[in-house]
């Protein structure tokens, strides 16, 4: 069996519940909701120092998202969120121009 990719809520706590926040805050309620769920499937490949985005779920190979894709932009106190939504599903998340996102599982206290 394969193994299951982290749940961001896990792997970073506290951009998981500003995702909770700034979706509810847009009236995004059933995003919101799904949000609490995402997995953190693979991080981008760009090795932009600026960008920490993340696939939620795998994206189609080498194909656009098409139709059924929205983006929703959010509005967070600092940098960037735009998430890419397929089907009523959060499938990518950018997160540009913030500070560096530490993984909650490597600094949890022994």
């Known amino acids: 069996m ?3 990719h982290p749940l961001v809520r896990e792997v970073h706590p506290e951009l998981a519940a500003e995702l909770i926040a700034l979706l509810e805050e847009e009236g995004e309620h059933e ?3 799904r949000s609490r769920d995402l997995r953190l499937v693979a ?3 760009c090795h ?3 960008c920490q985005s993340f696939m939620t779920e795998p994206h189609p190979d080498g194909q656009p998202y098409g139709l059924g ?3 929703v ?3 967070p106190s600092t940098g960037m969120i735009v998430l890419d939504v397929l089907d009523g599903r959060i499938v990518y998340v950018e997160v540009l121009d913030r500070a560096p996102l530490r993984d909650a599982r490597l600094h949890r206290p022994g």
């Open 69 to 71: 894709h929205r983006c």
């Open 2 to 4: 394969e193994p299951q």
């Open 43 to 45: 991080r981008c490949g």
């Open 48 to 50: 932009d120092d600026f």
């Open 31 to 33: 995003l919101a909701v």
């Open 73 to 75: 932009p959010l509005s």
